[in-house]
Each structure stands twice: as structure tokens, then as C-alpha cells.
């Protein structure tokens, strides 16, 4: 299976629009993290394509804080990460989602993460838009039973991006 998701496109509607046709054909779900909910579900809607998606602190109307799912053999919490402080630290959502997900997916910082603590997964795909470190970026999840790939790509040449852990 494999799971595109994105978080912080700030109402770039043209952005989230190029990054879902450029990979609509390979992807099974998409994932938006918030701020940029509404242009997102309405690209989503355009298209009939299978979608979740959380709000985030600019988003604005009615719509899930966070959201928890499975695919494949692993529980995936999908949140933007602001009620968590996740610019400063991942701690608290860690704590969060421990023992209740085996990856934690989080935008909010405009910095793409990837980190494995113990048995958990931490993702921030960074920002599609307006990164503030580095390319602006996406990520596709592959799972495949108990196996998970990351890769990271930039939302302005859709070639892939080598990110740190930071």
C-alpha cells in the first residue's frame, strides 16, 4: 500500500493539485495534516480519490483535530501537531501515541522528520509550500505487511530529497 501524505500547503490550491496528479495513478490513500484542509478536500472531491485528512491551526471550520487508522499491519495516528508543540519537541506527541500507533504522522513545523524511537515512527512530511528548512516536500509511505519505507520528495521538482534527522 502506499499513502502520500502532506501537510502545510496554506492555500496553495496549485501545488496540491500538481502534487496529487503527479502521483494519483501509484497512490492508495492520501493524507493532508492540516493547513490547507479545504483545498485539499476539494481536490480530493474533484477526483473521487480516497482521502483523510486533520485540521490545523490556520484551517479554518469543522473538520477532525486527529484522526487514527490502519493499513497494512500498522495503526497510523494523523495529527497537524500544534496542540502537541511540536516545533519545539516531539516528546509530547511521542507520549501521545505510544503503544497506540505504530506511526505518528505531524506537520505544523514546515520541516520534514523522520525519526524511530522504540517501536514507533515519527513523520513530518515537511511543508508543500513554505518549508522552512530545506526543499519544500512530501512524503509516500510504502508499507508492505510489518515493512515501512519513507521517501521524501519536493513539491517544486518532484524528485526525491534526502532529509536529516533533526
Not at 492555500?11 to 493547513?35: Q, R, S
Not at 506537520?107 to 524511537?117: D, L, N, R, T, W
Request: net charge negative; with cysteine; hydrophobic share 35%.
Amino acid at each position: 500500500m502506499k499513502i502520500l501524505v502532506m501537510s502545510d500547503t496554506h492555500g496553495k490550491a496549485g501545488i496540491c493539485l500538481d502534487i496529487v496528479e503527479k502521483n494519483m495513478a501509484d497512490i492508495d490513500l492520501f493524507v493532508h495534516l492540516g493547513d490547507g484542509r479545504k483545498e485539499f478536500t476539494e481536490i480530493m472531491d474533484m477526483y473521487g480519490l480516497k482521502s483523510i485528512s486533520v485540521m490545523g491551526n490556520c484551517d479554518y471550520g469543522y473538520g477532525p483535530m486527529e484522526e487514527k487508522f490502519n493499513a497494512e499491519n500498522f495503526t497510523i495516528n494523523a495529527c497537524h501537531g500544534h496542540s502537541y508543540g511540536v516545533s519545539i519537541t516531539k516528546e509530547t506527541y511521542l507520549k501521545h501515541i505510544e503503544g497506540n500507533a505504530d506511526i505518528g504522522l505531524f506537520g505544523h513545523s514546515h520541516v520534514a522528520h523522520f525519526q524511530k524511537v522504540g517501536n514507533t515512527y515519527l513523520i513530518n512530511p515537511g511543508s508543500a509550500a513554505k518549508s522552512r528548512y530545506g526543499e519544500n516536500s512530501y512524503c509516500i509511505l510504502t508499507l508492505n505487511g510489518s515493512y515501512l519505507k519513507v521517501n521524501f520528495y519536493s513539491s517544486n521538482t518532484f524528485l526525491p530529497i534526502e532529509i536529516e534527522n533533526l
